[in-house]
C-alpha cells in the first residue's frame, strides 16, 4: 500500500468506483437499459438518460490516444517519476471513454500503443490507477 | 427562435470606463485592495463617480475577493445586481455577458466587472507549494495520476492535435514569438525581451509537448471595466465600446462523453452562437484578443471560431496573418497572457477597448472598431466564453 497526499475525494456518486480500484478492479458506470457506457461515475446515463446503472466491470484494455511527458511535477506523490509519461487512454468499450494515467512502460509510446490497467490501492476504500503495455502480465 | 443567441440584447450595453493597476511578480498588497485600486482607475476613466456603481461580477477560484466585501468597502447601499462566478479563464468573458444582461434588462444601471488576482505572490495555478490536498469532483479522476495543471492538459490536446493535423513543436513558437513581439512596446508588459523561434525551442521542457516558453506568467494585479447601458454611454468621455454579441456555455473535456476527437477546438460549441448575438461573422473581425493561457489555445481558437479550417493556422502564421502591423487579423496586440500579464483574461478586454478607442500608442491596430474578445477553451472545465466588442 503506497502512501499518497494526493488522493480522490470519494462521494456518493464514486465512492464504489475508488474502493472497487482499491480491490484491483476497473469499473465504469454501465446501463442496463441502452448499453452505454458512462466515465466519471455519474448518476445518469448520458446515452438514454435512464438510472437503470451499475459499476460493472471492463476488460481494462485500451489503446493510447495522447500522451505528455510531464518534467515538471508539482504534485508530491509523482515529483519521484519526473520525468514520466501521462497518457490519455481510450477504453475498448466505447470510444469516448478517455482515463488518464501513469504509463508504466520501457517501450516508445504511440498512438494506439495496447495498454492494459494496473490499478493501485492507496487506502482499504481508496484506489488510483496507472496503465502498462498490454503485454505485461498483470 | 431563442437560445441561439439570435435575442442577445446586441449592442445595448458599453464598456465606458477601464481601470488597472501595475502587473508585477508581487503587489505586496491583498487582492481586495488591487480591485479597489483598479475600480477607482476605471470608475474615473468613465467620468463616473463610485457612487454610481450599482453592479459587481467578478469571476476566480476562491482566490480573490468577492463582490459582498467590495460593496461594503466602497459603500454601496443597494448592490442591485453581482455575479461571484467560480471558476477560472473558461468564464472571463461569461462575466461580461451577464453584465450586459442586467444592464440591458434595467436591473442595474452601472456594472463593475472586474478580476483581482494575486497568482504570483499568492495563490498560484500551477499547484506549486500545495501539500497533502484532496482531490475533489471531476478532478478526483485526474489529479492523483499528477494530471493536475492546465499545461497538462492543453498539453495533452496539443499532442491530439499534432497528432491529427501535424501541427509542430515550431508552429506553437510562432505564436509565443508574436505575443512577446507584441509585448515589446508595451509599457504594461511583464515581458519586454525579444525572443526568438531558437529561444522558443531551446526552453525547458514542462509537459512535454509544451516547452516553458507555451506556458503563460504568472501576475499579480487587477483589470475592472464599467458597463452602463449604450445611451447613457453616450454622454460620457469615451468612444462607447459596445458589447455586440457574447456567448457562454459548452465546450470539450474528456469527462464530457460523445466527443471522439480531443484536436476538436472547444470553441466550435458557442462559435455560431457567438457571431449569431452579435450578427456578425469572422470576416467582421478588425482584430483578436485570443486567451492565452498557452500558445496551443490560440491555434485552437483561430480554428473553433471560423477564421479558417483547421489545420490551416500553422501556414497562416508564416504568413504572417496575425502580425499587428501587417496582418489581416492582428492577434493577442498586447502580448497576451503570455506576456503582458495573467489578469485571467480581463487584461484582454482593456487592451481591445484602448486599441478600439485609438489610444493603444504604438501597438495602435489599423483597422480597430470591431474585436473578438475570448475566454478558456473547455479543455479544463467544459465551459468556453467569449465576447464581440464594437466602436460606436
Redesign the interface.
Known sequence: MAE???????DRD?VAYWQALADGKLVVTHCHDCGHW???PRPIC??CHGDNLALDEVKGTGEV??????????????MQ?V??C?A?VRLDEQ????????LISDKEVH?GMRVRVVPER?TDHLG???WTTEDVPA | MSGNGERFPRGQAAIVGIGCTEFSKDSGVSTFALATRAIRAAIADAGLEIGDIDGLCTYGTADSVSPNLLAQALGIQSLNYYVDQYLGGSVSMSVMGQATLAVSAGVADCVICYRAINGRSEIRK?????????????I??????????PA?EM???A??HM?RYGTTSEDLGRIAVLSRTNALDNERAMMRKPITLDDYMAS???????HKLDCCLETDGAVAVVIVNAERARDLPHRPVLIQGAAWGGGIS??N????D?AESPARPIADRLFKSAGMSPQDIDFAEFYDCFTYPVLSQIEGYGFCKAGEVPGMLKDGAFDRATGTLPINTHGGLLSEGYIHGMNHVYEAVQQIRGDAAHRQVKKHDVALVTGQLGYVSGYSSATILRGA
Do not use: C
Open positions: 499518497r497526499l494526493v488522493k480522490p475525494m470519494p464514486t458512462t466515465w466519471p448520458s446515452g490516444y495522447s500522451w505528455i511527458v510531464v518534467h515538471r511535477s508539482t504534485t508530491p506523490d509523482m517519476y520525468p514520466y501521462l490519455l470510444a469516448d471513454i478517455y482515463i488518464p494515467g501513469r498512438r492507496i488510483d490507477l496507472a | 500551477n499547484g506549486a507549494g500545495a501539500g497533502p490536498a484532496r482531490a475533489p469532483w471531476d478526483q479522476f485526474k489529479m492523483p495520476s499528477g494530471y493536475m495543471v497538462q498539453a495533452m490536446n499532442r491530439a497528432l525547458e521542457w514542462i509537459a512535454e509537448p509544451f474528456i469527462a462523453n460523445g466527443f471522439d480531443l
